[in-house]
């Protein structure tokens, strides 16, 4: 017998939990409160781990697919000092695929592939344990049973106050997002600048990082501590008024730097929020939570390479499993408590690195894990 499984969230984890089920010829309702899949900007770039996110679209038949959109050259880094000097500049080799970088949009269309995904069903709550399983309920009033569901809908999950009380609280460090369009020809001194992949720039309890993305695209962070409602006295909506203040939280950083975001279009404010670095809770049958609705931390590049590697190996081992999806998911959940948690140690601990009273602690990451 078939049962009757959801998936609430078409993010990297929520999709890549349908495909591989879709793979194995297992049916799964995905359901999306967005309307449709272009209905928000996609995000910027993801590097894939080869044995995270690269390993969950093996599993989804889909590695090829990847590697003919990914770019290599994207995991170049260089490192400046907030002069201009150039303290790193690390490129990768023509063959390294350790984590070459796709957007989030291809990424996205990339899993989508055959997929039915129900747009436009926003899910307001889940309650476990009734007569016919685990009722979810929806924004425009109906309701449906299943026999499992599955929260992958991210940081403020509408599945996860089913089995945890537990929200996310902030981290004390805040981002402004912008974009530089067709940054090759219409900013090209910028272009070279950033190079390839990214570019960071640390400074006292402050960062600037451009990111490449494909067709010319840049996304541009700047990272600093500050209370969460540090931004009151400025109405965010007003790019130009952003685009004037923004630059003197980085005063006496070199020009060059700072017109990447002098040059930045719209602005959006990406407050880091977090869970508990140990957050797990008693198995709940019926209900299960992957990625950011289950162990939310810091932005570092491990969330979306862990969110598909769990959807990968939970939709593997209910699709191969002897029929027990409730024994599936209670052993998921006790492998996925344990390596998130070691991740959440190191991404709390990396970011308290990067983003440090010491830029020294920045750089010193850095050669940790990439040595020049």
């Known amino acids: 017998m078939r049962h009757r499984i959801a998936v609430v969230g078409s993010g990297p984890a929520g999709l890549t939990f349908a495909r591989v089920l879709h793979r194995h010829d297992y049916p799964v309702a995905v359901l999306e409160r967005d309307p449709a899949p272009d209905a928000r900007p996609p995000g910027g770039t993801l590097d894939l781990h080869e044995g995270m996110g690269q390993l969950a679209l093996d599993k989804a038949g889909l590695l090829a697919e990847f590697r003919a959109l990914s770019r290599p050259e994207g995991q170049a880094m260089r490192i400046l000092d907030t002069d201009g000097t150039v303290l790193r500049d690390w490129q990768p080799r023509p063959d390294d695929r350790a984590n070459p970088e796709i957007d989030r949009g291809q990424l996205r ?81 910028l272009a070279r600048l950033i190079g390839d992949g990214s570019l960071a720039v640390y400074g006292v309890n402050r960062s600037l990082v451009a990111q490449r993305n494909s067709g010319g695209h840049v996304k541009v962070y700047a990272k600093f501590r500050a209370p969460l409602d540090w931004h009151t006295h400025l109405d965010l909506a007003d790019a130009e008024a952003v685009r004037s203040s923004l630059p003197t939280l980085f005063d006496g950083w070199a020009a060059p730097v700072l017109d990447l975001l002098r040059n930045g279009t719209a602005f959006v404010h990406r407050p880091f929020h977090v869970l508990p670095v140990s957050h797990a809770w008693a198995h709940v049958p019926g209900v299960t939570l992957l990625g950011d609705a289950a162990h939310l931390m810091p932005p570092l590049g491990v969330g979306a390479n862990l969110a598909m590697l769990e959807g990968a190996e939970l939709a593997e081992s209910i699709a191969t499993g002897p029929g027990d999806p409730d024994g599936a998911v209670r052993a998921f959940e006790e492998q996925m408590w344990a390596r998130a948690g070691k991740w959440a140690k190191i991404t709390a601990a990396g970011l308290e690195r990067l983003v440090s009273p010491d830029p020294a602690e920045a750089l010193a990451l850095f050669d940790q894990v990439q040595p020049s």
Not at 113 to 125: F, M, N, S
Not at 134 to 158: I, K, M, P, Y
């Open 109 to 189: 269309d990339l899993l989508l592939g055959p997929l039915d995904v129900q747009w436009g069903r926003g899910v307001t709550r889940v309650v476990p344990g009734t007569r016919d399983g685990v009722l979810v309920h929806f924004a425009d009033g109906r309701q449906e049973t299943f026999d499992l569901v599955v929260g992958a809908d991210g940081a403020w999950s509408r599945v996860r106050p089913a089995v945890s009380p537990v929200v996310p609280h902030y981290s004390g460090v805040t981002s402004i997002e912008t974009s530089l369009d067709d940054v090759d020809t219409r900013h090209p001194d």
